[in-house]
């Protein structure tokens, strides 16, 4: 028997020295360059006499001002280079303190470090002793992506008196079997990239549990309490996140077990794990205008309502606000996904077509081959790993193997919008025990490119569940169904496009390869060890007795959404230098104009007519603009872009 450890190999590669860096600055806002901010360095006492190391900024030395806490296990270091929530810089203006808090065991705070430190009771008594200070007014807020996410749930849950609200960013408290093995496949690249932020061993209780047991059941239960959470939460989400179903299903908890269900909300937009918290106009390949700063902009109008008394009308805003990607506009409703009007199937064809008709006679066999050791590559998608891209890319490179099923649909006369789960039912065989079948969704565009949208995997000895007693050998030659479900989507095919399904046996480094022996997956707990991998020969069955297909949640119109209509603002001149005017302002509002990586620069209350923006202070480059009416929640969005030339 040989073993053969193989470390995961990075699609399109970035030197780990570089991939480091980028994930270091992953949760910072970068501020201008050889700019530094000089905050106060503060220890915080913890109820067991340990103290953290902790950051302070405020806006004057005089004076008190409610205070934003962000806690990290990344370096609070990293925001000396700026704040989020578009300051900056610009502490001088700002209408909140920051105070950046390094998490229990981790840089600054590494001195405090005991033996499974309790997270959520450090947040409660940082909240605690930050409302006594003179500095603060007693209102205190918390803000942050991913992990600096999840620690507010637990800090929350602890309901610490003096904590006002929350914004959780691409980040759910609760663990579960299928966050990390989902359709039965440990997600690879995501182990690795854990085991480097937080040093997580190899063998660990995540691999060491493969199967669904009364393990998971107990990590389930105990993550999962939102009856305790009885703060108001922005929960911002992004449709090429890795979090996305977690972050609409603790959503939809909040506002069904909270002790304050109606006043949560969510913000769902089109932005990547890294790219949700700046909500920069670049996510993957795609642009999205419409969408930049977007995060930013909501986040400070939760703030503001909350934390300063700002009548901006938040409290008649929509529980759910969300970006339909194709259409590039934003949507209200009070729950997603939305009902649909209708499901639409698209059957799989031998000759590699899909359509909503299904050839009644005869089957085809459609050979499917699988070598582990040249899987099929990781081309974007919901990664996390910082040594892959991330986001919406074109997936040429898949699709020109021998080893990926591709099944074009016609081309579109009509739009069609998708909200929710696409569904993919397989009928397929394989001459070994156990492999995998992964699935890839993509719009092709006018242009040729297919454009990744979704992901899904499903390993075969998994097909009727994830216990011990559910697990099975495939038979060799016997057909077995299989329905895959994609994760929840917001986006419209438009008139033009084509929608494509990839059907391969791997995603690699995003899923663990399949050895394909229905051995042991994970031998000595490795996440990425072959021993002995076998060639797989698969096949997908189609038409006729085997119908496979792909099931749209589709719909034109939804009663209980409301468009909101995109209106591009006048600008002139444009391209500008020093100044800027807009015209036809419908009434008195405020104009924000944002970097391309979301970042507030500037803002001006403005009246109603022709305005004169000042931009003298913008450097040569491109901007967005968004105008914000006095109501602010209307039915329309006033965006534009900006060229600035010197």
């Known amino acids: 028997m040989t073993t053969k450890f193989t470390p995961f190999r990075p699609s399109r590669k970035i030197s780990w020295r570089s991939a480091i860096l980028f994930l270091l600055l992953l949760f910072s806002v970068a501020g201008a360059m050889g700019q530094v901010l000089q905050p106060q360095n503060i220890g915080i ?42 300051v900056g810089q610009d502490i001088g203006n700002s209408p909140y303190a920051f105070v950046v808090l390094d998490w229990r065991c981790f840089y600054g705070s590494l001195p405090a470090c005991t033996l499974n430190p309790d997270r959520g009771q450090d947040g409660y008594d940082a909240v605690e002793w930050i409302a006594a200070q003179a500095w603060c007014n007693g209102k205190v807020a918390t803000w942050g992506p991913s992990a600096l996410g999840n620690i507010q749930f637990q800090t929350a849950r602890k309901q610490p008196p003096h904590l006002v609200c929350a914004v959780p960013i691409v980040a759910s408290p609760h663990t579960h079997y299928h966050q990390y093995y989902p359709g039965g496949a440990l997600r690879t690249e995501y182990m690795e990239t854990l085991g480097f932020l937080f040093g997580i061993p190899g063998s660990n209780p995540i691999v060491n549990n493969p199967l669904y047991n009364f393990i998971w059941i107990a990590s389930e239960n105990l993550s999962m309490y939102p009856d305790e959470i009885a703060v108001p939460m922005l929960l911002i989400g992004g449709w090429f996140d890795h979090n996305t179903d977690d972050v609409i299903t603790m959503f939809d908890t909040l506002r069904t077990m909270s002790p304050v269900a109606s006043q949560h909300r969510l913000l769902m937009g089109p932005w990547t794990h890294s790219g949700a918290s700046g909500s920069p106009e670049q996510q993957g390949e795609l642009n999205f205008p419409q969408a930049a700063g977007w995060s930013v902009s909501v986040a400070n109008e939760f703030l503001a309502w909350h934390l300063l008394g700002d009548d901006n009308g938040w409290d008649q805003s929509a529980p759910v606000q969300y970006f339909q990607m194709g259409e590039n506009t934003w949507l209200n409703t009070d729950s997603y996904p939305p009902e649909a009007e209708a499901l639409t199937d698209f059957y799989l064809y031998e000759n590699f077509e899909m359509g909503t008709s299904l050839p009644s006679t005869g089957s085809a066999a459609l050979n499917l081959i699988y070598d582990p050791e040249n899987p099929s590559p990781t081309i974007g998608g919901k990664t996390l790993s910082p040594a892959l891209l991330q986001g919406p890319y074109d997936q040429a490179e898949v699709e020109s193997r021998n080893d990926a099923l591709v099944f074009t649909g016609p081309e579109l006369a009509e739009p069609l919008r ?61 057909v077995y169904e299989i329905t895959m479900k994609f994760e929840n989507l917001a986006h419209t095919f438009l008139p033009g496009h084509k929608v494509r399904l990839i059907v391969t046996s791997s995603n690699y480094p995003r899923y663990n390869r399949n050895m394909n022996t229905g051995a042991e997956m994970y031998p000595n707990g490795n996440i990425d060890t072959l021993v002995n991998p076998l060639v797989a020969h698969n096949e997908l069955m189609v038409e006729g007795l085997f119908p496979s297909r792909m099931t749209l949640p589709a719909s034109m119109t939804t009663a209980v959404v409301e468009a909101h209509e995109v209106v591009q603002l006048e600008l002139f001149p444009n391209p500008a230098a020093g100044r800027v005017f807009l015209r036809n302002l419908p009434e008195d509002g405020t104009v924000q104009v944002f970097d391309l990586q979301g970042k507030v620069l500037l803002q001006k209350e403005v009246e109603a007519g022709d305005q004169r923006l000042e931009i003298g202070n913008l450097k040569s480059g491109r901007y967005l603009l968004r105008y914000l009416p006095e109501g602010k929640h209307t039915d329309k969005s006033y965006v534009g872009k900006l060229s600035v030339l010197w």
Do not use: C, W
């Not at 950051?55 to 030395?61: G, I, K, N, V």
């Not at 070994?432 to 040729?448: H, I, N, S, Y």
């Open 45 to 86: 006492p913890m109820s067991d006499g340990k103290t953290l190391a902790a950051d302070l900024y405020l806006p004057s030395q005089s004076g008190s001002y409610p205070v934003v806490l962000i806690q990290t296990p990344y370096n609070k270091n990293l925001f000396h280079s700026g704040l989020p929530l578009g």
């Open 418 to 478: 998708v909200n929710g789960k696409i569904e993919v039912t397989l009928h397929v065989t394989s001459d070994r025990p156990d492999t995998d079948f992964a699935l890839r969704l993509t719009d092709v565009q006018p242009d040729g490119r297919s454009i990744l949208l979704g992901e899904a995997i499903q390993r075969m000895r998994f097909r009727n569940g994830y216990t011990v007693a559910d697990t099975a050998s495939m038979v060799p030659g016997e």
